[in-house]
């Protein structure tokens, strides 16, 4: 298998949702894992943990559990409708793959969970400081595992996988530790199906908003015209 190199995978990675039921190989999946590891974390800390989900029984359990969720969330995507950037047949393409997703999950022969372990103590910060520090920990400690996560994402697109990133299991925390007996501690932060992509439903082009919509020289509003 001849991988791809960094930016071809970056600008083809798209979210897949359809996936062939054949299985994919452990020594695949340690890869992935192994660029998941590669990631940075805040102080270094790389405290992680990534739980491997094949077992058709948990898979079945974990599918339940997101299916719940995308019926709570669906409802709420269908009114919101298509982003301004989104043209109508485009966002009907994505809310009937999430659809298609939701109903199959339990076929999809891996699903990777990833979260952080809450350390067992935490050094209080300064009084003056405990409020700034409140209102910042839930984005950093997203930032411990989300570029652990985009790893995995581009790691499953060198090999020829696909994946997308989900979080509304999160709704549903209490629910998958449960199934899946995790520690009190372990705070799951995404859920990631992995499978061979579909004939027809493979990665392409990623259609994005144009860089000088989004990004700003020196100051707000200064387009980036570089
Ligand atoms: C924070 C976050 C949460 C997401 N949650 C879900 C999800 O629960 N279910 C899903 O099918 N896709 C989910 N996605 C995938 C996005 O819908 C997808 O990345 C986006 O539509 C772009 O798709 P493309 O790369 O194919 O253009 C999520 C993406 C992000 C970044």
Known sequence: MSEIGLFEAIHTARALRRFKPDPVPDHLITRILDAAIRAPSASNQQNWAFVVVKDPAQRRRVAEIYRKAFAMMSVMYRDRGPAPHQTQAGYARMMGAADHLANHLHEVPVIIIAGLIAPATRHQPPAEAAARVAAARPLISGASIYPAVQNMLLACRALGLGSVLTTIH?????????????????????????GFP?????????KRRALDEVACLDRWGNRWRG
Request: charged share 15%; aromatic share 14%; proline share 9%.
């Open 198 to 206: 579909q004939e027809g439903f493979g990665h392409g082009p990623v």
């Open 170 to 194: 999160a709704y549903y925390n209490d629910e998958v530790r449960a199934a899946l007996e995790l520690p009190a501690g372990f705070m799951t932060y995404a859920m990631l199906p992995i």
